[in-house]
């Protein structure tokens, strides 16, 4: 999140190379897709993805679509199985999001993954899109560029009313053709539908030889942000906490003695950065009970305590 003014970058050559160089150095900047405009960051960089979330003020951490070029280059973060190479070669570049199982040396951030072990990523047809992403040459973390809870952005004007004062730079690259947001399928196993959008379900029946499985209800595709299989630690977590019992590990906020903090300075974008990794750095000490300090619950505070909240709720 910054108060920076916002830079309008055209859609050329020059503007483009400055859109990628903002990736770079951590920036935020959205760019047309033929779906929606997305609000991208770097997806390696833990920082930068929290300013996502800052930025649209998400009251939850939803796991966010990784962009790139080209299969080629998703195939080096995902393991493609049959259904979802045929998928790719159909539909791609396209309005098709595939979720699968992550590599485990990706470099991806836990806060794009909020945690899983599967990652969403598509490969945009938009030729603004496709240069962005070709410039920057690596995978870019990038929801809808729409503050929470509002609409999802079609045109430059949507964006910067939304964001303007919160983003680092925006591509404008005119009206979204398709102007739904991409059709979600999970291909880890069965492929299933977990969000309708801009291409059919009945055109990826079409492809794949057979019908795709759905949530129980099939008027209502899974909510993806809200999958069951949501990470959460193996340990049962004590929310706010002063201190920890004997048989506690303390996961910190602000200056508490404790094994594992999540910012010692109190600062909740880098809390929100780390939050994932702590988490997982928990489960690997085999912790058992965790006490977690108070969280102010503004800004990304709110994000973070829905997330410690879950976490912490009894489970089946
Ligand atoms: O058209 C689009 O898909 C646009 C453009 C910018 O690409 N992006 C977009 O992103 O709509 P967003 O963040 O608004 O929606 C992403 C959806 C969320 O519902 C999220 O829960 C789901 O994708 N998702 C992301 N990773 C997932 C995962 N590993 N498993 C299940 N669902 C996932
Ligand atoms: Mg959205």
Redesign the pocket.
């Known amino acids: 999140m910054t108060n920076a003014p916002l830079s309008i970058l055209q859609a050329d050559p020059a503007g483009l190379a400055v859109a990628a160089n903002m990736l770079r150095v951590g920036q935020l900047v959205a760019f047309p897709?033929e779906?929606?405009?997305?609000?991208g960051a770097d997806a390696r960089d833990d920082i930068a993805v929290a300013g996502i979330y800052a930025a649209k003020g998400r009251p939850s951490f939803?796991?966010?679509?990784v962009?790139l070029s080209s299969l080629a280059m998703a195939e080096t973060l995902c393991d493609f199985n049959d259904d979802a190479l045929r998928l790719a070669g159909a539909f791609w570049p396209g309005?098709l999001?595939l979720?699968l199982p992550?590599k485990p040396d990706s470099g991806i951030s836990k806060l794009?993954?909020?945690g899983?072990d599967?990652?969403?990523i598509?490969v945009?047809d938009h030729p603004v899109a496709q240069a962005l992403l070709a410039g920057f040459g690596g995978p870019v973390a990038?929801?809808?560029?729409?503050p929470s809870g509002r609409v999802?952005p079609t045109t430059a004007t949507h964006v910067a009313d939304g964001l303007g004062h919160k983003i680092n730079g925006l591509v404008d690259g005119g009206p979204c053709d398709?102007g739904?947001?991409?059709t979600?399928i999970?291909c880890?196993g069965t492929p299933m539908l977990?969000?309708a959008?801009?291409i059919p379900a009945e055109a990826i029946e079409a492809c794949l030889g057979r019908p795709l499985a759905t949530s129980a209800d099939p008027e209502t595709p899974?909510?993806?942000?809200?999958?069951a299989s949501h990470y959460a630690p193996k340990g049962s977590i004590r929310l706010n906490a002063i201190t920890a019992e004997p048989d506690e590990v303390m996961l910190g906020f602000g200056s508490v003695d404790a094994p594992l903090n999540l910012s010692p300075s109190g600062d909740l974008i880098e809390a929100a950065a780390r939050l994932f990794d702590c988490l997982h750095q928990l489960d690997a000490m085999g912790a058992t009970r965790i006490a977690v300090s108070p969280i102010p619950n503004h800004g990304l505070g709110v994000a973070i305590n829905d997330r410690l909240q879950r976490a912490a709720a009894p489970r089946d």
């Open positions: 897709t779906t929606v405009y997305g609000l939803n796991p966010l679509i962009h309005a999001t979720v992550l794009v993954t909020a899983l599967t990652l969403a598509r945009p990038a929801p809808s560029a729409n999802s398709v739904l947001e991409s979600i999970s880890v977990l969000r959008g801009g899974v909510a993806p942000g809200q999958l």
